[in-house]
């Protein structure tokens, strides 16, 4: 079976710090990968999804990055942070084969800023 | 760009009642999600629906999408504690990667 890790689960950072988030999937391949960021109780915002390997589309310009450095790893990643990137992160996979693109979510990571 | 309207926003009711929470768009999706979330966890797939009219029932929880592929509701028979949690909807559209995520309806069953 399919399985998604993501992690830290919890993070506090100095603003101006640097972050990297991860996020691994097993039991698949060649996944859709995607991060999204979620303010509290509410939905959830697209930041980036992949593809494939080094494929990488952003949807909203911001501090953020992501890398893909292998077909099961996705990578969220930050120079400086801002007082802004506070949230909780949610990392996804969905199976490329599927018309319907159900997603499959890990139990994210609440990251506070100070 | 694709917008998901979830009404209401907050709903708090007593156990065993019935609700029904809506899922609204201006924009057709090819099929369409519901998610449940608990807090500090990631959502987990209820159901997709994926052909307009079509009805899906989860035990207590039927599910509907609309004729035209715009909307879609959520009804909950004789709602328990274990119902309380986050509502997401969430669209494809046909030949995208991406879903579109409702604004959410947070549920509160009250013992």
């Known amino acids: 079976s399919q399985t998604i890790h993501q992690w830290p689960a919890t993070l506090v950072q100095p603003v101006g710090s640097p972050l990297s988030l991860e996020c691994t999937v097993e039991g698949t391949s060649n996944p859709n990968l995607y991060w999204y960021r979620q303010a509290a109780g509410r939905g959830l915002q697209l930041l980036f999804y992949?593809?494939?390997?080094?494929?990488i589309s952003s949807e909203v310009p911001q501090n953020l990055s992501a890398s893909r450095p292998q077909d099961r790893q996705f990578i969220l990643s930050s120079k400086k942070l801002l007082l802004s990137d506070s949230g909780f992160y949610l990392c996804?996979?969905?199976?490329?084969?599927?018309?319907?693109?159900?997603?499959?979510f890990g139990d994210g990571t609440r990251l506070s800023i100070l | 760009t694709q917008l998901l309207e979830q009404s209401p926003q907050f709903l708090s009711i007593q156990e065993g009642e019935n609700l029904t929470v809506y899922c609204n768009s201006s924009s057709v999706f090819s099929s369409l999600q519901w998610y449940r979330q608990e807090p500090g966890e990631g959502p987990v797939l209820l159901v997709t629906v994926v052909t307009g009219g079509e009805v899906k029932k989860l035990k207590r929880l039927t599910f509907q999408f609309g004729d035209a592929r715009k909307d879609s509701s959520l009804h909950i028979t004789a709602a328990q504690p274990g119902d309380t949690g986050l509502y997401l909807c969430?669209?494809?559209?046909?030949?995208?990667?991406?879903?579109?995520f409702g604004t959410g309806t947070r549920l509160t069953i009250i013992p």
């Open positions: 992949s593809v494939g390997i080094g494929q």
């Open positions: 996804a996979w969905s199976p490329t084969w599927s018309g319907h693109q159900p997603q499959h």
């Open positions: 969430a669209g494809a559209s046909f030949g995208n990667e991406k879903l579109t």
